[in-house]
């Protein structure tokens, strides 16, 4: 995702609006790493703005998807689709009770399919999905032994 004034201006260009609301859209989105889903963006920005609507909120994500200026990840858990600012490739640690996501930058440099494997896909993003459980809920599991 690239700054703020860029989006503005990519918006523009568009000739979509460029509302306050969606001006805070893209300013929680540049600041959040935390892979956030549809509704929590649009509670943080209804928490400050109350008169937005959530139409307003999925159209712009949806739009900043559409100018690949943010990333879906794929629904790892009951949540449905989480929003990625970092929209160049890389991998995530998911923690598979509370779904926290962290981004893991390291390169899989063998991360190749054969072109049996790929059986004529034409391959345009690669990403690893680590499962496991985050050290808050490892404490928290830990706990219930003792
Ligand atoms: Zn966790
Ligand atoms: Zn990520």
Same mark, same amino acid.
């Given at each position: 995702m690239q700054s703020v004034e860029i989006l503005i201006e990519l918006f523009r260009q568009q000739g979509l609006k460029i509302t306050p609301q969606r001006r805070m859209i893209f300013?929680?989105?540049?600041?959040?790493?935390?892979?956030?889903?549809?509704? =929590?963006?649009?509670?943080?920005? $209804? +928490?400050?703005?109350p008169d937005v609507s959530r139409t307003t909120v999925y159209n712009t994500l949806r739009e900043?998807?559409?100018?690949?200026?943010?990333a879906e990840v794929e629904d790892l858990g009951r949540e449905g689709i989480r929003y990625d600012a970092r929209t160049?490739?890389?991998?995530?640690?998911?923690?598979?009770?509370?779904?926290?996501?962290?981004?893991?930058?390291? =390169?899989?440099?063998?991360?190749? $399919? +054969?072109p049996e494997e790929a059986s004529g896909y034409q391959?345009?993003?690669?990403?690893?999905?680590?499962?496991?459980?985050?050290?808050?809920?490892?404490?928290?599991q830990a706990g219930q032994y003792h």
């Open positions: 300013e929680l989105l540049a600041q959040d790493a935390s892979h956030p889903t549809a509704e =929590e963006i649009y509670q943080r920005v $209804l +928490s400050a703005m900043l998807v559409a100018l690949g200026e943010l160049h490739d890389h991998h995530h640690l998911f923690c598979m009770k509370c779904h926290t996501i962290i981004d893991v930058s390291r =390169e899989f440099h063998d991360l190749e $399919l +054969s391959i345009v993003k690669r990403q690893v999905t680590f499962y496991g459980y985050c050290p808050d809920c490892r404490a928290d």
